[in-house]
């Protein structure tokens, strides 16, 4: 499980030539984890193609425009349930506490709940502790391969994989109300302008100055997604 988690939060992460280059060994990985059926490694099929076939100007442009100009399909998990309140920072904070009580240190310009992130410390925990946070996750999963498969985009078949992991089938990871938030504009340049991730600085700032206790990533996830 290892292998498969390493390489679908390659497969997420913003598009390199270094990538590009190993993508063929990413397949071959993800076939010999056997953590994927079938139907998931089916899913992830477009997505090597274009990144075997496609120039890398053309993936960053497509990457940046789905994920980085449009809110309803941020990789920032938090952002589908706190949006850039206040409260967004504090799970973030006790989710690093997380990572560090694991043993994992944050080595990137990424915020803590960014997936990539996730899914490489998910890469270094239990089977269990594993799956047990997909399924909490799962809600947003869903709705991520769901708003992405409305756009035909390849990259849907990432979320159909790490749902394939949790054991939750994609008609159940449905969340009608994260699924009936209308998706995002990217050309829509008025409103990029008037929220321009106007609370990560805050966000940085709060995890600059920790003073919150450890609370669990699981808590996170789950709690706010049934608030």
Not at 91 to 100: G, H, I, K, Q, S
Not at 126 to 146: K, N
């Amino acid at each position: 499980m290892q292998k498969s988690l390493k390489c679908l939060s390659l497969l997420l992460a913003y598009p390199s030539t270094e990538i590009q280059n190993e993508i063929e060994a990413l397949g071959t990985a993800l076939e010999a984890d056997g953590q994927l059926n079938g139907a998931a490694l089916d899913a992830l099929a477009p997505l090597m193609a274009r990144y075997a076939d496609a120039d890398i100007w053309d993936l960053q442009e497509s990457y940046v425009e789905l994920f980085d100009r449009s809110r309803t399909l941020s990789l920032n998990l938090f952002e589908h349930l706190h949006g850039e309140s206040r409260e967004r920072g504090s799970a973030m904070v006790d989710l690093l506490e997380t990572y560090r009580s694991g043993g994992f240190d944050l080595e990137t310009s990424e915020l803590p709940d960014h997936l990539p992130v996730l899914l490489e410390y998910l890469s270094t925990r239990p089977v269990g502790e594993v799956r047990e946070l997909l399924v909490d996750a799962s809600h947003i999963l869903g709705a991520l391969h769901t708003r992405l498969t409305r756009r035909s985009s390849p990259y849907a078949g990432v979320f159909a994989a790490l749902l394939s992991i949790a054991g939750v089938a994609l008609d159940e990871a449905t969340s009608p109300e994260l699924v009936a938030e209308p998706d995002d504009d990217p050309n829509d340049l008025e409103a990029l302008d008037a929220d321009p991730n106007a609370g990560c600085p805050q966000v940085r700032d709060m995890l600059a100055n920790m003073d919150t206790p450890p609370a669990a990533a699981r808590s996170q996830l789950t709690g706010a997604g049934n608030a």
